[in-house]
């Protein structure tokens, strides 16, 4: 059987408390054959119980269909980037966010960030587009130079460093795969 877990840690601001999802379509296909979705749409919900949350589980499972649904229902760009970003390369983001009900409380987010490992070069090369026309403004939030000047790793570290600060929304989908083991602290 499959399993995905939640971790929760940490203390501070939380902006979003619950997913809901809206009844599935009848016809079960993806997203919604999708283990976590199915386990969410059994539950009546996900909860995040701590502002910081952690989902782990098998490949196949449905963290990151989640996070990007979550991403794309609270109005940033399913490909990276914060609220300010409207590129795209490829739609294949799922529908899902069409059935997501955030529940948030308290103050909204000063910013808002989501980066999937998968897309990190696409957001990498938007900045470099917006570089045409901002020069080195459009990396300024970003450690001051290209982020195709470093590693993937490199890269992360400086947008973690550069861009979060507090009160901001921030997902990460797979952020290990560009850190070293030494660098996931």
């Known amino acids: 059987m499959m399993d995905v877990r939640i971790y929760c840690i940490g203390g501070g601001v939380m902006f979003v408390h619950e997913m809901k999802l809206a009844d599935?379509?009848?016809?079960l296909e993806y997203p919604f054959d999708v283990f976590a979705i199915q386990e969410i749409l059994h539950r009546g919900g996900l909860s995040f119980e701590r502002p910081v949350t952690f989902l782990s589980g098998d490949n196949g499972t449905g963290k990151s269909t989640i996070l990007e649904a979550i991403?794309?229902?609270y109005g940033i760009n399913p490909e990276g980037g914060s609220q300010n970003f409207n590129f795209h390369t490829v739609d294949s983001h799922s529908e899902l966010h069409d059935f997501v009900?955030?529940?948030?409380?308290?103050?909204?987010?000063k910013t808002k960030f989501f980066l999937r490992s998968e897309?990190?070069?696409?957001?990498?090369s938007e900045l470099e587009y917006m570089s045409e026309d901002d020069g080195e403004l459009a990396f300024a939030?970003?450690?001051e130079r290209s982020l195709h000047t470093r590693s993937h790793g490199e890269g992360l570290l400086s947008i973690i460093e550069n861009r979060f600060g507090k009160e901001g929304f921030y997902l990460?989908?797979?952020p290990e795969a560009g850190l070293a083991t030494s660098r996931q602290y």
């Not at 897309?119 to 990498?124: D, L, Q, R, W």
């Open 141 to 143: 939030s970003y450690g």
């Open 24 to 27: 599935s379509p009848e016809k």
């Open 101 to 109: 009900r955030l529940v948030r409380k308290g103050n909204l987010p």
């Open 172 to 174: 990460l989908d797979e």
């Open 119 to 124: 897309t990190y070069y696409n957001f990498a």
């Open 71 to 73: 991403a794309v229902a």
